[in-house]
């Protein structure tokens, strides 16, 4: 399966958001992260053979604050149950959902990345907060004010 979503974004919501650091746990650059390869890298060939090649998909996430909007996943494109990616914790259950993410005139396909909290060891991530896997974004940085177009049946926002 193609791991670009298809493209009906012209009738998705926007939301603005903001870049904001979180554990570098996906990318491994974390100090705390016991991933040193990231656990994004070590996840896509699970996610593969499970049906969503994330090839062309940057190692790493964009963690976009939507504050003051929380989410809820209604029906995500993918969701993944009990995937055993490491032997240092659990099997974790993850869900992806299309949108696109802007930044700077540029607007890409891309995924909302959500490991459900439910089954996740640690590394949680604050509720306004969505983790984004996407093509590599040149100068994107901590602060930058960014949109997600977000596919509605497969996501709702909420304000707080």
């Known amino acids: 399966m193609d791991a670009s979503p298809v493209h009906e974004s012209d009738h998705w919501p926007e939301v603005k958001g903001v870049i904001i650091r979180s554990h570098g746990v996906a990318s491994g650059r974390g100090a705390e992260s016991p991933y040193p390869r990231g656990t994004v890298e070590m996840q896509k060939p699970f ?41 240092l914790h659990p099997p974790e259950t993850f869900s992806f959902s299309r949108c696109r993410i802007g930044h700077c005139g540029r607007e890409v396909d891309a995924w909302i990345y959500t490991p459900h909290p439910e089954t996740k060891a640690d590394h949680f991530q604050p509720p306004t907060m969505l983790e984004i896997l996407a093509p590599f974004l040149v100068g994107v940085s901590y602060g930058d004010a960014v949109t997600l177009r977000i596919a509605p049946e497969e996501v709702e926002l909420i304000e707080s």
């Open 47 to 87: 996610f593969a053979a499970l049906g969503l090649d994330l090839a062309g998909f940057h190692e790493a996430t964009l963690n976009v604050d939507l504050s003051p909007f929380l989410f809820r996943l209604l029906h995500p494109a993918h969701t993944f149950h009990r995937v055993e990616w490491t032997h």
